[in-house]
């Protein structure tokens, strides 16, 4: 990816130029401050883009971590049968619904 950069003092005397690369051309704008990096200047779409990519990995990292324990209970004979999960979960699900008519019903009575 081509990396633009530019000075702090740019932010104010070529924003417009700036605002090019981070909209026109979807591509982050380095800021510098006496040579050091301070800030990354992003468009919105791209950096909302970035966001969801995150948030996928997280979501793709947590289904990993939980197979990997699953495969590491398994291992150790600590595995469950999914009968009794799936009684378990239904067991749950009972409860909360419950829990939530009888929330209803203090509010609505």
Excluded: W
Aim: charged share 40%; net charge negative; with cysteine.
């Amino acid at each position: 990816m081509k990396a633009i950069i530019r000075p702090m003092t740019d932010l104010a005397k070529k924003m417009d130029e700036i605002e090019h690369f981070c909209i026109t051309e979807s591509l982050p704008v380095y800021i510098t401050k006496k040579g050091t990096g301070r800030l990354v200047v992003l468009g919105h779409e791209h950096y909302e883009n970035l966001v969801s990519e995150i948030e996928k990995f997280k979501e793709e990292n947590q289904l990993y971590k939980s197979l990997i324990q699953a495969a590491s209970e398994s291992r150790r004979g600590e595995s469950q049968d999914v009968n009794d999960v799936l009684d378990e979960l239904d067991a749950e699900l009972r409860e909360r619904e419950n829990d939530d008519r009888q929330t209803e019903r203090k509010v609505s009575g």
